[in-house]
């Protein structure tokens, strides 16, 4: 019996992307290096909140910023590209 080829997962007729899609491509790595990184300086923008360091607060605030537009910005890039290809 001829049975067609079967490719998993089937990309050929989903457009919806499969689970760990970002974590297979190593393009996708710097940018979620970025978000791990800037969920770290969200905490330690909230512990120096707290404890009265608005100078430091400030700047881990803007880098928390910086790191998580920058790495979902990758993060999207790359997902587009690949859905594009």
Not at 30 to 47: I, K, Q, R, S, Y
Not at 56 to 65: K, N, P, S
Request: net charge negative; aromatic share 6%.
């Amino acid at each position: 019996m001829n049975q067609p080829d079967h490719e998993f997962p089937d990309e050929s007729r989903t457009i919806r992307p499969h689970a760990g899609e970002s974590i297979e491509d190593t393009r996708n790595w710097p940018g979620l290096a970025l978000v791990a990184v800037g969920l770290v300086l969200l905490a330690l923008t909230l512990t120096a909140a707290g404890y009265g360091f608005a100078g430091w607060a400030v700047i881990a605030g803007a880098l928390c910023g910086v790191c998580l537009l920058g790495g979902i910005g990758i993060v999207v890039a790359e997902h587009r590209r690949v859905k594009a290809r």
